[in-house]
C-alpha cells in the first residue's frame, strides 16, 4: 500500500509539474520559428556557402527534437528510468551512425 | 481485497472509471512504473536504432549517384533532357509544420483526457473549454497525419513522374527507402489514433488506465514526429 502511495505521490508530483495548454501552444509556436529560420537560411546562398551552415542546422534540428522529447514527450518530468532508455539507446544510434560515416570514409579526422 | 479496494469496488458501480482506477494498481511492477509505459519507451529506443540505421545508408550513399535525378542540384542525361533539382523544399517545409502541428494537437488530446472529471472554471473561455474535448484533438492529430501522408504521395508521385524511382539510382534507392518507412510509420499512427477516436466516442475516454492509452499513443506520435525532424534536416536542407 505505501508503494502504491508513494508511486501515487510520484504520478502527482509528474503531473503538477506538466506544461498547461497555453505552454504547449508557446512551445509549437518556437519549433515553427526555428522551422522557419531553417528553411529561410536554405535560400540565402551567403548563408548556404558558409561553413557554419551544416553546423547550425543540425543545432537548430537538435533543438527541436530536444524540444519534443523534452516537454511534448514529457521525459523532462517522467521517470528516470525512460530518460535512460531513451537517451540510451540514441547514444548508441548516433555512435552508430558516426562510426559508419568513418568506415566508409564520409567523415575523416 | 484490501478495504480500500473493496470500497474502490463498491463506487465503481456508481462510477464506472474510479473501479477501473482501482484496477489499474495490478499493473505496476517494482519500479513503480506501469510496464506497459516501460515497453513502449523500450521500443521507441529500438526505433531510434531502426532509423539510425537507415539514415546512415542514406548518408554512407549521398553523393554516390552515378546518374540522376539528384537531390540539389541539376543533371543533364546523355540525350540533352535536362532534370532540375528534385526536391521540393517548400511543400517538404509545409509538410514539416503539418507533423509539428499534429505533436502539438496530440500533447493537447493527452491534457484533454488528464482533465476529464476535473471542474472547470464558469468564467472558462473557448480555448478552456476547446482544450477539453479530447475526440477533437484526437480527430486534428489523426487529420493532420492525414494531410501529412497526402504531402508524402504528392512528392513520391511527382518524383516518379520526373524519372526518379527506387530503382533509379542510390538517392532514390535510399530516400525512398527512409521516407518510406517514416510514412508507413505515420500510417500506424493514424489508424491507432482513429482507434483511439473510436473508442472515445464509444465510451468515453477517462480515468487513469485511459490516460495511459494515449500516453502510449502520444509517446509513439512524437517519436514519428522528431524522426521526421531530423529527417527534413539531414535529407532536405543540408546540400
Redesign the interface.
Same mark, same amino acid.
Given at each position: 500500500?505505501s +508503494?502504491?502511495s +508513494?508511486?501515487g505521490a +510520484?504520478a502527482a508530483h509528474a503531473?503538477h509539474h506538466?506544461p498547461t495548454?497555453n505552454q504547449?501552444?508557446v #512551445?509549437?509556436l518556437i519549433? @515553427?520559428v526555428i @522551422?522557419v529560420v531553417?528553411?529561410w537560411a %536554405?535560400y540565402i546562398p551567403a548563408l548556404?556557402a558558409s561553413p557554419m551552415f551544416?553546423p547550425a &542546422? #543540425?543545432v *537548430? $534540428?537538435a533543438a !527541436?527534437?530536444a524540444i /519534443? /522529447?523534452l516537454f %511534448? *514527450?514529457h521525459l523532462k518530468f517522467d $521517470?528516470r &528510468?525512460?530518460r535512460v #532508455?531513451?537517451t540510451?539507446? &540514441?547514444i /548508441?544510434?548516433?555512435c @552508430? #551512425?558516426v562510426a559508419?560515416?568513418f568506415l566508409?570514409h !564520409?567523415l575523416s579526422l | 481485497m484490501t478495504a480500500q479496494t473493496a470500497a474502490a469496488h463498491a463506487q465503481g458501480h456508481a462510477h464506472g472509471h474510479d473501479a477501473h482506477d482501482a484496477h489499474e494498481h495490478h499493473h505496476y511492477t517494482t519500479t513503480g512504473l506501469d510496464n506497459r509505459k516501460v515497453a513502449v519507451w523500450t521500443f521507441i529506443g529500438s526505433e531510434c536504432m531502426l532509423f539510425a540505421s537507415l539514415i546512415s545508408t542514406y548518408l554512407i550513399y549521398k553523393g554516390k549517384s552515378v546518374i540522376g535525378p539528384f537531390p540539389h542540384t541539376e543533371w543533364t542525361d546523355p540525350a540533352g533532357k535536362v532534370y532540375k533539382a528534385i526536391l521540393d523544399i517548400p511543400v517538404t517545409s509545409a509538410s514539416t509544420f503539418v507533423l509539428l502541428m499534429s505533436s502539438f494537437a496530440m500533447v493537447l488530446a493527452l491534457q484533454a483526457v488528464q482533465l476529464k472529471g476535473k471542474p472547470l472554471a464558469p468564467t472558462a473561455g473557448w480555448w478552456e473549454r476547446l482544450q477539453r474535448s479530447s475526440q477533437f484533438w484526437l480527430l486534428a492529430t489523426a487529420l493532420l497525419g492525414t494531410v501529412f501522408l497526402g504531402f508524402q504521395s504528392y512528392e513520391f508521385t511527382s518524383f516518379v513522374h520526373e524519372g526518379l524511382t527506387i530503382k533509379t539510382n542510390l538517392f532514390g534507392s535510399t530516400f525512398f527507402t527512409l521516407t518510406g518507412f517514416h510514412g508507413a510509420h505515420v500510417t500506424v499512427g493514424v489508424l491507432w489514433l482513429m482507434s483511439l477516436l473510436w473508442i472515445d466516442r464509444s465510451r468515453g475516454l477517462a480515468g487513469k488506465n485511459d490516460e495511459l492509452l494515449v500516453d502510449i499513443c502520444a509517446l509513439y506520435w512524437h517519436f514519428v514526429d522528431v524522426v521526421w525532424i531530423a529527417i527534413f534536416t539531414l535529407i532536405y536542407l543540408i546540400k
Open positions: 500500500m +508503494h502504491d +508513494h508511486a +510520484h503531473e506538466h495548454g504547449y501552444a #512551445i509549437a519549433l @515553427t @522551422t531553417e528553411v %536554405y548556404v551544416n &542546422l #543540425i *537548430m $534540428s !527541436k527534437f /519534443v /522529447v %511534448y *514527450m $521517470s &528510468l525512460f #532508455i531513451f540510451g539507446s &540514441l /548508441v544510434a548516433m @552508430t #551512425i559508419l560515416l566508409f !564520409k | -
